[in-house]
């Protein structure tokens, strides 16, 4: 007999200094009750609308993992086949090529894990209190987000 999906999702959310771990992530969504799971990788890039960046500086509010983990609650309810959630932000000096955000998402079915992934990635960039100074070659620097 084949167990019924299991009541509870399991949520993993953190904000914090250190490098992040695309493992940490696929370990806290990887489930046996999921064939499908989703990762959104977000990187600094070298530009930003036409400009060259040469780092970034995040910032977040006090509140921000505990927002984090509301937003979680909030993309379960709106995708109740999801069996897990993570998502990992990154504060602090980050150079062009490291991590700044890692989301996961588990579902029984690819189609499941891709839709809670991307609702989990663009709530979280929409509510969490996350800022990030642009550094650009230029000299110039600009606030994203505030």
């Known amino acids: 007999m084949i167990e019924e999906k299991q009541l509870t999702i399991r949520i993993h959310t953190d904000v914090r ?16 009750h999921a064939g499908g799971i989703a990762l959104f990788l977000g990187a600094v890039r070298d530009h930003d609308h036409g400009r060259a ?13 505990e927002l984090l983990h509301k937003v979680a609650e909030e993309v379960a309810v709106l995708h109740p086949d999801v069996v897990a959630l993570s998502a990992v932000h990154r504060v602090g000096a980050l150079e062009v090529g490291d991590l700044a955000v890692v989301v996961g998402a588990s579902a029984p079915h690819r189609a499941e894990a891709f ?6 990635i663009d709530t979280l960039k929409e509510q969490v209190p996350i800022w990030k100074r642009e550094e650009f070659a230029d000299g110039d620097h600009e606030w994203v987000g505030c």
């Not at 960046?53 to 993992?65: E, F, G, I, N, R």
């Not at 839709?115 to 989990?120: D, L, V």
């Open 17 to 32: 200094t250190e490098p992040l771990s695309v493992d940490e992530v696929v370990a806290a969504v990887s489930d046996r």
């Open 53 to 65: 960046v040469t780092a970034l500086d995040y910032s977040a509010h006090p509140s921000a993992a």
């Open 115 to 120: 839709a809670a992934c991307r609702a989990f």
